[in-house]
């Protein structure tokens, strides 16, 4: 399979580059630029490499460099802003800072006649962000694109096929990105464009076949699309072979665990184990208002209960994971400071041995997942299924969780789930649901006094959950929701709307 590297030096779209990539049916990894030499970039047969931005001057002694020798190694590179000026620099050019010669946001760009812009009007708008910049190009290069402040927009060096662009192609508001990608991909590396999903889908079978023979599979089904895709996958490969364990720990939406045993026990040729233990959970739960708290909680006894389960029966043979590419990354720059504890990911204790671990969907991007999901046949609310939190609802009853307060929120957050859907306005949303904040409020009834549990709803549009803007929902759709909520859910007097963005607040409550 013909693969591109995109070499990362801490820029903020690397995965976006690799996906763009594969959006052209060529498969893309990211590397950090200190995991690999020249000599595996050769020995690995990789087509071409992309150099991605960056947030530092190459002239900083902190600043990512990479061995020079990767000019002259054959392999066609393709550097993006930072990976342009590193290029320039690396080539013996000049890359100068000046205040004035800075751009940001959307510029026009003037195209040379180039086979990077085969395609490309002379006059296009890019995405630029940036402060250093190449003044000349350097020995062996020239210009092939300029701007009204940057004389080097982009250069080439057509011998030894390396480019550089110092706007960024990967993102949508440079109008002709795709195609100079395209170009890039196709006319200078030669690449031929066979990652598709049905190939996919049809090598990951045989291989799973032949990996798993006749052994058993166990898989931990959270009724997320990961796990989900991965079950069907695997299903499609060994059939009963593959037993699901679904710890359905009663702080799931309404009706969700239902709707996941249904759709794997009816669609799928699989052994199907729910285990209901909202009790259990909520005995642990209980007293419990700390969110840290809640969580550790949360997943100490989600890992309990399905290793227990495992113990009891189907402790051999393969041990199967939903984990994708995203959740396997390295990334070129240190991590950020954490902010929640997420437990998604189940280590496996050691009194337990299986013969591997199978991760089908490890080289998957999300929305590659969910195209390998619609091909086997998954329901589409399944595999268009937003991100819930691992804990669940226990990170959206605010302070103690008890059955009864899971239940409030359950039937509030069904009420807006069911009015989103029905204005189509749910498909406009990245994330949308209700909280209990735990705060009671005084309202009337006909003409009685309450004192009941306040509703906060939250909904919010963002591109990766890194960062998230309050969703700008019509009035009339809210007010239906907060009628409703209120005349149908018992104890519910008063409906709030979170406009708080990511950040300074959070996507969850806790
Ligand atoms: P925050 O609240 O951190 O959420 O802005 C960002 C995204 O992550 C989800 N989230 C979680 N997912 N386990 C998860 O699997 C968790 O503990 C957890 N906490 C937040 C959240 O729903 C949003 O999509």
Same mark, same amino acid.
């Given at each position: 399979m013909e693969k591109i590297l995109?070499?990362?030096?801490?820029?903020?779209y690397n995965q976006l580059i690799a996906r763009r990539v594969r959006e052209q049916s060529i498969y893309a990894e990211i590397k950090p630029y200190?995991?690999? @030499?020249v000599d595996e970039i050769v020995a690995e047969g990789y087509k071409g490499v992309i150099f991605t931005g960056g947030p530092n001057s190459v002239y900083d002694p902190a600043s990512p460099h990479f061995d020079p020798a990767i000019l002259d190694a054959g392999v066609p590179v393709l550097g993006i802003c930072y990976g342009c000026q590193l290029m320039a620099y690396m080539a013996g050019g000049m890359v100068e800072s000046a205040e004035d010669s800075s751009e940001y946001g959307k510029i026009d760009v003037y195209a040379q006649k180039n086979v990077l812009f085969t395609?490309?009007?002379?006059k296009s708008i890019c995405w630029m962000s940036h402060r250093d910049y190449i003044p000349h190009p350097p020995k062996g290069f020239t210009t092939i694109a300029v701007t009204d402040k940057c004389p080097v927009a982009a250069m080439c060096d057509e011998s030894r096929k390396l480019y550089g662009v110092q706007?960024?192609?990967?993102?949508?508001? @440079?109008?002709?990105g795709k195609h100079i990608l395209h170009n890039f991909l196709y006319d200078v590396c030669g690449c031929a464009g066979d990652w598709r999903m049905d190939n996919f889908i049809d090598d990951t079978v045989r291989e799973l076949r032949e990996k798993i023979g006749d052994k058993g599979v166990v898989l931990g089904l959270s009724g997320g699309v990961d796990s989900s895709v991965a079950a069907a996958l695997i299903s499609k490969a060994v059939g009963r072979q593959l037993t699901c364990v679904f710890v359905?720990?009663?702080?799931?939406?309404?009706n969700e665990g239902d709707f996941v045993e249904e759709t794997f026990t009816k669609l799928f040729d699989m052994n199907f184990v729910r285990i209901n233990c909202q009790d259990e959970f909520l005995t642990k739960l209980k007293g419990l208002t700390d969110p840290e708290d809640k969580r550790t909680v949360i997943g100490t006894e989600f890992y309990n209960v399905f290793w227990n389960k495992i113990r009891e029966s189907y402790g051999s043979g393969f041990f199967a994971q939903g984990t994708i590419y995203p959740d396997r990354i390295e990334s070129g720059k240190g991590d950020a400071s954490k902010i929640k504890t997420h437990h998604n990911q189940v280590g496996v204790p050691k009194d337990i041995h299986f013969e591997d671990v199978i991760e089908p969907l490890k080289d998957l991007f999300k929305d590659e997942v969910r195209a390998v999901g619609e091909k086997l046949g998954l329901p589409h609310d399944l595999v268009w299924r937003q991100p819930f939190p691992g804990p669940g609802l226990g990170v959206r009853v605010i302070g103690e969780v008890t059955a009864e307060r899971v239940r409030i929120l359950q039937e509030a957050d069904a009420i807006l789930r069911d009015e989103m859907d029905k204005c189509g306005y749910?498909?406009?949303?990245s994330q949308f649901f209700a909280v209990l904040p735990g705060v009671k409020t005084v309202g009337v009834m006909g003409d009685s006094r309450t004192y009941s549990e306040l509703v906060a709803i939250r909904a919010v549009t963002t591109d990766d959950f890194m960062t998230a803007d309050w969703a700008k929902i019509p009035y009339d759709i809210l007010g239906r929701v907060s009628n409703r909520i209120i005349n149908e859910v018992d104890k519910v007097n008063r409906v709030v709307y979170d406009i708080t963005s990511k950040p300074p607040g959070t996507v969850e409550w806790e």
């Open positions: 995109v070499l990362d030096f801490g820029g903020q200190n995991k690999i @030499t395609d490309v009007p002379s706007f960024h192609p990967e993102v949508t508001h @440079t109008e002709y359905d720990q009663g702080l799931m939406r309404k749910a498909k406009e949303m």
